[in-house]
C-alpha cells in the first residue's frame, strides 16, 4: 500500500465504507426527507451541536440546548450556555464557508469560541499538551510551527479536493487539525464542524447528518483512534474509524422511526412555505399564514388539515371551529 502525506494508506476497508456510504446516500427518500423536511433538519441539527457539546463536558441536556436555541431562559453555567449559543451560529454558516479556506475556519473557531476564549479565531501562541489526569499523553507541536502546518495542511487540501474522496480528505483533515491543535481551545469542536463542512459541501445531506451524536456515542474508540494514530505517526486508522462512524450514523437516522414516517410524506412547496411561516411566527393563525405565504385560502386550510393529521403542526385552540385558533410547530 502507498503511503502518501500527509501519513495514511488507503485500505481495503475504507473502499468498502466509502462505497457504502455513498450508495446509501444516494436514497432518494434519505435525500429528499432530510432536505425538506424543516423539524428533522433541526432536530439533526440540535443534536449534532449537544453531542459535539457534551464530548467537551458541556453539562446542558438536550432539551435545555433546544431551550437555549429557541431563545428560552436555562438554568445553567453561563459558559454552557453560551457554547451553546456560538455553535448554534457556527453551524448555521456552514454553507457559506469556504471549507478550503483557512481563514474561513478562524472565522469559524472565533464564532465557536465567542466571549469564551480571549484569542478567539487566532491560532495560539504557547504550547500545548494533552493529560490523563496527571499524565502528559500528547504534546502538540510548537506553537511556531503551527501557522506553516496549518498552511501546509489546507493545501494539500485544495491539491486533493478534486481526486481525493471527500470521505476520506474530511477525515484525514479532522486528524491532522486535532494532532496540530491550533488553537488553546474549542479543537475538538472546531474539528467536527470543520468535517461536515467539508462533506456538506460536496453532498448536501450531510449538511443535516449528526455525526456528532455517533462520534459521542463511541467516545472513548473516538480518543483512542486519535491516541493510536499519535503512536503510529499516521492517521489511516482514525480514517477508518470515522468511515464507521458516518456509516453508522446515516444507518440510524434512514433506520429511525421519524424518517422513515416522513419519507413517506414528502412535502411540496406550499407545504414547507406554511412549516417555515409557522415556525417564524411561533404562534399564529390560519388568516395570517395565508396573508404571509400569499397561499391560496382553500389550499392553506387542506394543507394545515394534513400537516394536523401527520403531527407535523399542532393547533391550539379549543377546537377547528374556534375563530381564534393558531398553530405552532408540534413538540
Known amino acids: 500500500m502507498e503511503t502518501n502525506y500527509p501519513p495514511y494508506k488507503i485500505t481495503e476497508k475504507m473502499l468498502n465504507y466509502v462505497s457504502d456510504i455513498m450508495k446509501k446516500i444516494g436514497e432518494a427518500n434519505y435525500f429528499e426527507s432530510i432536505n425538506k423536511y424543516p423539524e428533522l433538519r433541526r432536530k439533526s441539527r440540535i443534536k449534532s451541536i449537544h453531542s459535539s457539546l457534551a464530548i467537551e463536558n458541556n453539562q446542558l441536556s438536550l432539551f435545555q440546548v433546544e431551550d437555549v436555541i429557541n431563545g428560552k431562559p436555562v438554568i445553567g453555567e453561563q459558559k454552557d450556555i453560551q457554547e451553546v449559543k456560538n455553535a448554534y451560529e457556527?453551524?448555521?454558516?456552514i454553507d457559506k464557508v469556504n471549507p478550503y479556506s483557512v481563514e474561513d475556519l478562524k472565522k469559524t473557531h472565533g464564532i465557536l469560541?465567542?466571549?469564551?476564549?480571549?484569542?478567539?479565531?487566532?491560532?495560539?501562541?504557547?504550547?500545548?499538551?494533552?493529560?490523563?489526569?496527571?499524565v502528559q499523553i500528547f504534546m502538540a507541536p510548537p506553537h511556531t510551527m503551527v501557522p506553516s502546518l496549518m498552511d501546509n495542511l489546507f493545501n494539500w487540501m485544495n491539491e486533493v479536493k478534486d481526486t481525493l474522496n471527500p470521505l476520506i480528505l474530511s477525515s484525514i483533515f479532522h486528524y491532522e487539525f486535532v494532532y496540530i491543535h491550533p488553537f488553546h481551545d474549542g479543537n475538538g469542536r472546531?474539528?467536527?464542524?470543520?468535517?461536515?463542512?467539508?462533506l456538506s459541501h460536496w453532498e448536501k445531506a450531510f449538511t443535516y447528518l449528526p455525526i456528532e451524536s455517533m462520534i459521542r456515542k463511541?467516545?472513548?474508540?473516538?480518543?483512542k483512534a486519535i491516541?493510536?494514530?499519535?503512536?503510529?505517526?499516521?492517521?489511516?486508522?482514525?480514517?477508518?474509524?470515522m468511515l464507521k462512524i458516518i456509516d453508522d450514523t446515516i444507518d440510524e437516522l434512514?433506520?429511525?422511526?421519524?424518517?422513515?414516517?416522513?419519507?413517506?410524506?414528502?412535502?411540496?412547496?406550499?407545504?414547507?412555505?406554511?412549516?417555515?411561516?409557522?415556525?417564524?411566527?411561533?404562534?399564529?393563525?390560519?388568516k395570517e399564514i395565508i396573508e404571509e405565504t400569499?397561499?391560496?385560502?382553500?389550499?392553506?386550510?387542506?394543507?394545515?388539515?394534513?400537516?394536523?393529521?401527520?403531527?407535523?403542526?399542532?393547533?391550539?385552540?379549543n377546537s377547528e371551529k374556534d375563530p381564534n385558533r393558531k398553530y405552532r410547530i408540534a413538540e
Open 294 to 317: 400569499n397561499i391560496a385560502d382553500r389550499t392553506a386550510r387542506r394543507i394545515l388539515k394534513k400537516l394536523l393529521d401527520n403531527n407535523t403542526i399542532e393547533m391550539v385552540g
Open 227 to 241: 491516541q493510536n494514530c499519535n503512536n503510529a505517526g499516521e492517521s489511516t486508522e482514525f480514517i477508518e474509524f
Open 190 to 198: 472546531t474539528a467536527r464542524i470543520w468535517q461536515t463542512a467539508i
Open 90 to 93: 457556527a453551524y448555521e454558516q
Open 113 to 134: 469560541t465567542f466571549l469564551i476564549e480571549k484569542d478567539a479565531g487566532k491560532f495560539r501562541n504557547h504550547g500545548e499538551a494533552v493529560y490523563d489526569g496527571d
Open 218 to 223: 463511541n467516545q472513548e474508540e473516538y480518543y
Open 254 to 286: 434512514m433506520n429511525s422511526k421519524e424518517m422513515k414516517d416522513k419519507s413517506q410524506l414528502l412535502l411540496s412547496e406550499n407545504e414547507i412555505k406554511i412549516i417555515e411561516c409557522i415556525r417564524k411566527n411561533v404562534l399564529i393563525g390560519a
